[in-house]
């Protein structure tokens, strides 16, 4: 199928933006009074209309009367999409597809004024921090008295060790001490292979559920749980020389690596989809709705034909490089954000280390585990290595960066690396629609 990359605004008075860097199948129709979006099919045909909750105009009454709520961790936050202001600890993004599905929800019912839109998703996030009872329990922070007709849930890479793999595998943020690429894909198989993350997820979906009193208060209440996207094309040879490793000669792009870190991903999206169809067979109708939109970012992974990695122009990369921009325009603009260069980044990096005002080498690493925040973890690794090790260079470095955001920001920009771009999270949105337009009643 030939892709078609278009930019259509439908409306201003409506101010939704719809269809950027979409292919040509997953494109938005607008029709008539009734602002119905659905998609368009490779012959021109209209597929069915999203469902209703999502589609009805609502009257101008200055109360939400439709609303959902978003759970989980960094993939869901959107870390790296773009702020206004001062990024919030949980790093939200406005560019995160939750955030793209309120904007879409609120222009189908008049306005912000007349939807609920609860953003509880944190990066760092585990399904400890859903569950409730605990200290940064998201389904406590839940408020059920608003309108909460559905919600999104994206969670797992934590607790199955993706930022250990990362670490280990592909950017050695503690250089040697980083461990073994072996022993950090063992342990991720270990937490696939038991039974401990069905029954969590089994437990959070559950309490979700209850939170919201879906049997009494809300018989339509559904959760669409997303899963992750494999992260590499596996098999171009000319990526087995290159590196993303942060120090100086890091590790390089094997097949062999990126094949078993795309068989991780895939294994944890076979690992929520067998819990959502556990919850499901509890119920006459499906409560929960499994999206996997991994086929979408085919062609849009690290590592694919003619691409030397890393490549930080590359707008079809749909995964973030270390200090990357995003990729909503070619100058990697985002509401009035710039995101830097890598040098600039990995030099500011330097200096942290150097002058010891953000990263502390020998307090950071409990906080930052605490947090789970990549970003953190990183920094705190990178600083940890340079104090044992003064001699470390860095892998890009030119020596002439210079760092364009304050110190506070640095964390994200490490935090951000293998979460999708603006446009990944366009595409995780519309694969969303695509499953509620097959599933779901319209």
């Given at each position: 199928m030939r892709l078609d990359y278009v930019h259509i605004?439908?409306?201003?008075?409506?101010?939704?933006?719809?269809g950027w860097g979409l292919p040509r199948s997953r494109r938005t129709?607008?029709?008539g009074k009734?602002?119905?979006?659905?998609f368009i099919d490779d012959d021109g045909e209209r597929q069915r209309p999203l469902p209703s909750f999502l589609l009805e105009d609502g009257a101008v009454h200055n109360r939400p009367s439709v609303g959902f709520a978003a759970l989980g961790d960094s993939y869901s936050a959107g870390i790296g999409t773009g702020f206004e202001g001062k990024e919030d600890e949980c790093r939200h993004g406005l560019g995160a597809y939750p955030q793209l599905i309120a904007s879409d929800l609120a222009a189908k019912h008049g306005g912000p004024n007349n939807t609920s839109f609860q953003f509880l998703s944190c990066t760092g996030s585990t399904t400890d921090d859903l569950l409730t009872g605990g200290a940064a329990s998201q389904i406590d922070a839940l408020n059920a008295s608003r309108?909460?007709?559905?919600?999104?849930?994206?969670?797992?890479?934590?607790?199955l060790g993706f930022f250990e793999v990362m670490n280990a595998c592909i950017f050695r943020f503690y250089n040697f001490y980083s461990g073994t690429c072996d022993t950090a894909l063992a342990h991720a198989q270990a937490r696939l292979d038991s039974s401990d993350f069905d029954q969590r997820l089994y437990v959070v979906i559950t309490e979700l559920l209850d939170k919201v009193r879906w049997e009494k208060k809300k018989p339509g209440f559904r959760v669409t749980v997303t899963g992750y996207a494999r992260f590499f094309d596996s098999e171009t040879k000319a990526c087995d020389d290159m590196s993303l490793g942060v120090w100086w000669r890091g590790p390089k792009l094997k097949r062999r690596l990126r094949r078993r870190v795309n068989d991780m991903v895939l294994a944890v999206n076979r690992k929520i989809e067998h819990a959502v169809a556990r919850i499901n067979r509890q119920f006459t109708r499906a409560k929960v709705l499994f999206v996997d939109y991994d086929a979408a970012f085919e062609g849009h992974r690290?590592?694919?034909?003619?691409?030397?990695?890393?490549?930080y122009a590359r707008n079809e990369t749909w995964f973030f490089l270390v200090g990357g921009p995003d990729n909503v325009d070619r100058n990697g603009t985002v509401n009035g954000t710039v995101s830097i260069g890598a040098e600039a980044l990995l030099?500011?990096?330097?200096?942290?280390?150097?002058?010891?005002?953000?990263?502390?080498?020998?307090t950071c690493l409990p906080p930052a585990q605490r947090s789970g925040d990549w970003g953190e973890l990183a920094l705190c690794y990178m600083a940890m290595s340079k104090a044992e090790d003064p001699t470390l260079r860095l892998a890009r470095d030119?020596?002439?960066?210079?760092?364009?955001n304050s110190m506070w920001h640095v964390p994200t920009y490490y935090g951000k690396t293998f979460h999708p771009r603006s446009l990944g999270h366009t595409a995780i949105r519309d694969r969303i629609y695509e499953v509620w337009s097959q599933r779901l009643p319209s």
């Open positions: 605004i439908l409306s201003a008075s409506l101010g939704i933006v719809t129709y607008f029709s009734q602002h119905v979006l659905g309108p909460v007709d559905f919600a999104l849930l994206t969670v797992g890479g934590n607790d690290f590592c694919e034909r003619g691409v030397a990695e890393p490549d030099l500011r990096a330097k200096e942290v280390v150097a002058e010891g005002v953000l990263v502390d080498p020998v030119d020596g002439q960066a210079k760092a364009q």
